[in-house]
T-cell receptor
Framework: AQSVTQLGSHVSVSEGALVLLRCNYSSSVPPYLFWYVQYPNQGLQLLLK??????LVKGINGFEAEFKKSETSFHLTKPSAHMSDAAEYFCAVTGTGANNLFFGTGTRLTVIP | KAGVTQTPRYLIKTRGQQVTLSCSPISGHRSVSWYQQTPGQGLQFLFE???????NKGNFPGRFSGRQFSNSRSEMNVSTLELGDSALYLCASSLDVAGRTGELFFGEGSRLTVL
């Protein structure tokens, strides 16, 4: 069975500050992990993904995430927040031989000028 | 390459009516998944179709149904609408079964309001 938990339904940061959005997963098979972003009045868009190989993955718009197996985590970070980063972010998991993709409940990021 | 197209984008219905939403996936994609998104419940999986067959189904009542055509276009239907069905309905397509790739391409959604 697989699931993801996103800690914090709302996160606020100041413009230029570090962005850290937390995601912990549970998976009975080697996981594939994803971050999606949803801007207002739009569908979700893939931000980055981890399947195998390098545990630090880089995505679009300066975001990156690190797969930490020992901590079952896949936190999303960005060194310096921009106003345009304000959106809702979803973590998702599937895995080797799995048939379903599971989404977390989402974290709404607000960027304060 | 055209993205995922959902129609209509906005619609208003009254309780008891039924509604049909349409989704045209990216060319070559064989999987179409549907999600319901509401402020209270977040993103909830409805069902997934792959090569005209329903592969997975979420925990929704039988009033919610769908189908996929041979050209991979998909429709979902909600019968006997309830106020609680007001939501953004998102369609997503992928090359392979969603669970195998994890890479979904979403449309902009159909926003349904039930009065």
């Amino acid at each position: 069975a697989q699931s993801v938990t996103q800690l914090g339904s709302h996160v606020s940061v100041s413009e230029g500050a570090l962005v850290l959005l937390r995601c912990n997963y549970s998976s009975s098979v080697p996981p594939y992990l994803f971050w999606y972003v949803q801007y207002p009045n739009q569908g979700l868009q893939l931000l980055l993904k981890y399947t195998t190989g390098a545990t630090l993955v880089k995505g679009i718009n300066g975001f990156e995430a690190e797969f930490k197996k020992s901590e079952t985590s896949f936190h999303l970070t960005k060194p310096s927040a921009h106003m345009s980063d304000a959106a809702e972010y979803f973590c998702a998991v599937t895995g080797t031989g799995a048939n379903n993709l599971f989404f977390g409940t989402g974290t709404r990021l607000t960027v304060i000028p | 390459k055209a993205g995922v197209t959902q129609t209509p984008r906005y619609l208003i219905k009254t309780r008891g009516q039924q509604v049909t939403l349409s989704c045209s996936p990216i060319s070559g994609h064989r999987s179409v998944s549907w999600y319901q998104q509401t402020p209270g419940q977040g993103l909830q999986f409805l069902f997934e179709y792959f090569s005209e067959t329903q592969r997975n189904k979420g925990n929704f009542p039988g009033r919610f149904s769908g189908r996929q055509f041979s050209n991979s276009r998909s429709e979902m239907n909600v019968s006997t609408l309830e106020l609680g069905d007001s939501a953004l309905y998102l369609c997503a397509s992928s090359l392979d079964v969603a669970g195998r790739t994890g890479e979904l391409f979403f449309g902009e959604g159909s926003r349904l309001t039930v009065l």
